[in-house]
């Protein structure tokens, strides 16, 4: 069976709610001012730069080493992301492909407990604090929400239709942390406790880049959370959203 010839995985730029998690965390309170969904949470100031950087990098490297096909998650912050690099590249002379939008690709659902801060989940719904508590991040399911499990299950769906469609090309995710550990936990086999343990060390930063190549039959990790594309800003952002 055929497979793609590099899988890059990028986590979208800084959003408004990763701005407003951490400032909520940094305060010590619940709330953080954001209403609406999810799905529609934009990028922040510092994440249109992120984009911006992203697609510099990408119109000064070799056409051979460019994308030849990008989906990705239909979340605005994802969307944008990957508009904006596109549309820095293009201005710089350089074409990148227009990015196919799979629903499959969106960021781990958390149901009821949407856009919602640990103090607020343990205030509002303490029955679900200790409950996740007692399962841990990997394993708990929120009311109405997932598991990694089911996160892992719709992305390896992602990555069997991208291997029989696009075997032999440069493939770029355009998607969220969650799909990035979803993806090592499937394709290194890596178990989620594993996952954790690394993802202490090196958190999936925003626009981050995690890249596969393929060698000896399969895909193997050449690169995990690179930024090294991106300067001059802070590049790390807490796990989710």
């Known amino acids: 069976m055929g497979t793609v010839a590099q899988l890059t995985i990028v986590r979208h730029g800084q959003s408004a709610a990763n701005v407003a998690f951490a400032d909520a965390h940094a305060r010590g309170v619940a709330e953080h001012g954001l209403t609406g969904r999810d799905a529609d949470v934009e990028l922040s100031p510092l994440g249109w730069q992120q ?20 989906v990705c998650s239909p979340y605005l912050r994802a969307r944008q992301t990957w508009t904006r690099a596109a549309d820095t590249a293009a201005a710089l002379g350089a074409s990148l492909p227009p990015a196919d939008v799979d629903e499959r690709l969106v960021d781990r659902l958390m149901g009821d407990l949407e856009l919602m801060t640990p103090l607020m989940i343990a205030e509002r719904f303490p029955a679900e604090a200790a409950r996740l508590a007692a399962d841990g991040l990997y394993a708990y399911q929120p009311p109405g929400g997932e598991t990694f499990d089911h996160v892992a ?23 969220h942390d969650a799909v990035v550990v979803a993806a090592r936990h499937i394709l290194e086999g890596l178990p989620f406790v594993d996952l954790d343990a690394i993802l202490t060390t090196t958190p999936i930063a925003n626009t981050s880049l995690t890249r596969y190549a393929h060698a000896d039959g399969r895909l193997g990790l050449v690169e995990f959370a690179a930024t090294a594309h991106l300067t001059g800003e802070d590049r790390h952002a807490p796990l989710g959203r």
Request: proline residues 5%; charged residues 25%.
């Open 153 to 175: 299950a719709r992305v390896r769906a992602v990555l069997a239709d991208l291997s029989t469609g696009h075997a032999g090309r440069r493939v770029w995710v355009v998607a």
């Open 51 to 70: 984009a911006t950087q992203l697609g510099r990098w990408l119109a000064a490297q070799p056409v051979d080493e460019r994308p030849e096909h990008v």
